[in-house]
């Protein structure tokens, strides 16, 4: 008679199991470079970017700009944790309550959704109200998840990020939203 063994995990599924993410708070105009230290370090980062187009005395220029001022995301188990906090730059994490912000890895995929889509959209009857949980149920913006903070125009909607108290405002035709 042959017993069948429980699968146990490797240390390395132990380890990727205990990651989360968290955000970390960077030296103001360091968030890029905090962000290159930390792949060099190994450690996984998400940076959100967007394009800015910005103007000197001379000319203008379109550069990249972090999404959220001074916050970068990392998914870290304890070791790496402490390890991030060694980057030049990098000051502390973000929590509330004495309790580290942990981000829900579908929001973290929604974030990374909404940085490289376009938008394009077109207004909508909607019967979404404030306040309640969304989702982007179609188009490319596709399983973006928050809670409807505001209508802006006619083609934007604010979606609170509630782990970071952060807003990002996302073009998205109403009709491709739901409720959550």
């Not at 960077?26 to 940076?47: M, N, Y």
């Not at 928050?146 to 108290?165: D, K």
Request: glycine share 6%; net charge positive.
């Amino acid at each position: 008679m042959s017993e069948l063994a429980e699968p146990s995990l490797t240390v390395r599924e132990e380890r990727e199991r205990a990651r989360r993410w968290l955000v970390l708070y960077a030296r103001g105009r360091f968030e890029k470079k905090v962000h290159a230290r930390l792949e060099e370090a190994g450690i996984t980062s998400f940076l959100p970017l967007r394009d800015e187009l910005r103007q000197w005395t001379d000319r203008k220029k379109l550069v990249s700009v972090p999404l959220f001022s001074g916050y970068i995301f990392v998914r870290v188990n304890e070791r790496e944790r402490v390890k991030a906090l060694e980057c030049e730059g990098a000051l502390k994490y973000v929590g509330f309550g004495g309790k580290l912000a942990v981000i829900p890895s579908h929001i973290i995929e929604s974030l990374k959704i909404a940085v490289t889509r376009p938008r394009e959209i077109r207004v909508e009857q909607t019967r979404l109200k404030l306040g309640q949980p969304v989702r982007v149920a179609h188009g490319p913006l596709a399983g973006m998840r928050g809670r409807l903070v505001e209508f802006r125009g006619n083609t934007r909607i604010a979606i609170s990020i509630e782990a970071i108290n952060q807003v990002v405002s996302v073009e998205v035709a109403l009709a491709d939203v739901a409720q959550e």
